[in-house]
T-cell receptor
Framework: DTAVSQTPKYLVTQMGNDKSIKCEQNLGHDTMYWYKQDSKKFLKIMFS???????INETVPNRFSPKSPDKAHLNLHINSLELGDSAVYFC????????????FGEGSWLTVV | GNSVTQMEGPVTLSEEAFLTINCTYT??????LFWYVQYPGEGLQLLLKATKADDKGSNKGFEATYRKETTSFHLEKGSVQVSDSAVYFC?????????FGAGTRLTVKP
């Protein structure tokens, strides 16, 4: 059983399109995250939700909109895709508490052409 | 703010060599510290962690000690294998805010 699963794993799309990446965790965690990893492997937090409420919202273009319908899901919607959005997007989850491990999904490889 | 600085790569070693990847941190509050590993084409996996000063995390022959006095959490392994080739990330967590270092790519040659 996959603990944190995200779909699709690969996505190639044209500039200007709108796309969504879905994420689900079956670990019973109360906190979920979206991270972006660029081509140099640099990992940057984008959003964090705790019990469906947004708690971290880094400087991210407002074309990116997270949605958490329940504690087990955190989807990422991206409007008007740009070339610079090409990256790997990782969903993750944890139980609230600084010492708790964050568990990552396998990543969604987004390529904007 | 909270941040992690780790040594830049890439690091290339021969099999059975000793590995050290340096990591230092800045944090408001009392962080927990982690090392994650990312194998090619995969997500990040927890390698080890330490939640308080002087704790030593260890796993698969890797270890790191939480040093509050030097704000460091250096990763070490006595004898690396080809299968250890991956990108290693140091991270800290304070109040559900987890920050990662830039990652260090390790290549181990036979």
């Amino acid at each position: 059983d996959t603990a944190v699963s995200q779909t699709p794993k690969y996505l190639v799309t044209q500039m200007g399109n709108d796309k969504s990446i879905k994420c689900e965790q079956n670990l019973g965690h109360d906190t979920m995250y979206w991270y972006k990893q660029d081509s140099k492997k640099f990992l940057k937090i984008m959003f964090s939700y705790n019990n469906k409420e947004l708690i971290i919202n880094e400087t991210v273009p407002n074309r990116f909109s997270p949605k958490s319908p329940d504690k087990a899901h955190l989807n990422l919607h991206i409007n008007s895709l740009e070339l610079g959005d090409s990256a790997v997007y990782f969903c993750a989850s944890s139980q609230q508490g600084s010492g708790n491990t964050i568990y990552f999904g396998e990543g969604s490889w987004l390529t904007v052409v | 703010g909270n941040s992690v600085t780790q040594m830049e790569g890439p690091v290339t070693l021969s099999e059975e060599a000793f590995l050290t990847i340096n990591c230092t941190y800045t944090a408001t509050g009392y962080p927990s510290l982690f090392w994650y590993v990312q194998y090619p084409g995969e997500g990040l996996q927890l390698l080890l962690k330490a939640t308080k000063a002087d704790d030593k995390g260890s796993n698969k022959g890797f270890e790191a000690t939480y040093r509050k006095e030097t704000t460091s959490f250096h990763l070490e392994k006595g004898s690396v294998q080809v299968s250890d080739s991956a990108v290693y990330f140091c991270a800290l967590s304070v109040d559900n805010d987890m920050r990662f270092g830039a990652g260090t790519r390790l290549t181990v040659k036979p």
